[in-house]
């Protein structure tokens, strides 16, 4: 199974409006990525959580805030944001080294805002 | 920085035709991936590489690892309509053991095949 699952598939949102996005893996890896994505274009890392800390912040605004509550689970909260952040985010899971370094992404979430 | 090359950027082929793609760098690389991405949805992952000269195959999908380990290729065979996506190369530097590496994608190459 080398499945990842991402909740909302779409969300609209104001520019005052707090939302988080969602993502969950049960292949047991212990990596776990946050990627932006805009049409046409490579995906963008944003932040990658290795055992559950933080590992790698790709100088994201604050207005972004990632949260890893257990090894199954990764949050996106957004807060504040503006409309040039509308794009795919996409969350993506591996082992952390190894040839299971292997990323394996989720259907994405596209954002809207407005 | 880092960049990965990706050419060629778009293709538009008939169908069966024979497709090929490839990725090249000044960087030495010691993983190689190749994904596809449909309209809507993520990434998925379609082969990986780890070793110099490595030959893989994935049913009608062919990848190697350049022996210099600055390139790599994806070769696409009788091509069929839902083979149509966009095909990112990434690669990553740091050794298969470390914990921090990130991976380098290239621009991707948009495929479209006439029925």
């Known amino acids: 199974d080398t499945e990842v699952t991402q909740t909302p598939k779409h969300l609209v949102m104001g520019m005052t409006n707090k939302k988080s996005l969602k993502c969950e893996q049960h292949?047991?890896?212990?990596?776990m990525y946050w990627y932006k994505q805009k049409a046409k274009k490579p995906p963008e890392l944003m932040f990658v959580y290795s055992y559950e800390k933080l590992s790698i912040n790709e100088s994201v605004p604050s207005r972004f805030s990632p949260e890893c509550p257990n090894s199954s689970l990764l949050n996106l909260h957004l807060h504040a944001l503006q409309p040039e952040d509308s794009a795919l985010y996409l969350c993506?899971?591996?082992?952390?080294?190894?040839?299971?370094?292997?990323?394996?992404f989720g259907p994405g979430t596209r954002l809207t805002v407005t | 920085g880092q960049q990965l090359n990706q050419s060629p950027q778009s293709m538009f082929i008939q169908e069966g035709e024979d497709v090929s793609m490839n990725c090249t760098s000044s960087s030495i690389f010691n993983t190689w991936l190749w994904y596809k991405q449909e309209p809507g949805e993520g990434p998925v992952l379609l082969i990986a590489l780890y070793k110099a000269g490595e030959l893989t195959s994935n049913g009608r999908l062919t990848a190697q690892f350049g022996i210099t380990r600055k390139d790599s290729f994806l070769n696409i065979s009788a091509s069929i309509p839902s083979d149509v996506g966009i095909y990112f190369c990434?690669?990553?530097?740091?050794?298969?053991?470390?914990?921090?590496?990130?991976?380098?994608f290239g621009q991707g190459t948009t495929l479209q095949v006439k029925p």
């Open positions: 990434a690669g990553r530097t740091s050794p298969i053991s470390s914990n921090t590496g990130k991976l380098i």
């Open positions: 993506a899971s591996s082992q952390p080294t190894g040839k299971g370094n292997e990323q394996y």
């Open positions: 292949m047991g890896h212990r990596a």
